[in-house]
Nanobody, 115 residues
């Protein structure tokens, strides 16, 4: 089974940067793609960024050009570099891993962007 642990959230001023990390353990070979979702207070969870096993990436239009998803295969870790942060980026960010027949979530990490 796959387990995911997120870290790197915190409080930052508008215009600042944070880097989120998602460390995967367990049956890593079974993962086809990993990504980041976020859920702001009172809103539905939304996809932010995705990276496939082949290295293809996809971003929500709201973060394209500001956020970058990357991975370190040796560390079994996926990162989300968040630059030019805006107050509307405030949310709990969740790491996700998917493979054939499964969809696994981390515990979430809070990102708060102050104005």
């Amino acid at each position: 089974q796959v387990q995911l642990v997120e870290s790197g959230g915190g409080l930052v001023q508008a215009g600042g940067s944070l880097r989120l990390s998602c460390a995967a353990s367990g049956s890593i070979f079974s993962i086809n793609a990993m990504g980041w979702y976020r859920q702001a207070q009172g809103k539905q969870r939304e996809s932010v960024a995705l990276i496939t096993r082949g290295g293809s990436t996809n971003y929500a239009m709201s973060v394209k050009g500001r956020f970058t998803i990357s991975r370190d295969n040796a560390k079994n870790t996926v990162y989300l570099q968040m630059n030019s942060l805006k107050p509307e980026d405030t949310a709990v960010y969740y790491c996700n891993a998917e493979g054939y027949g499964f969809h696994i979530w981390g515990q979430g990490t809070q990102v708060t962007v102050s104005s």
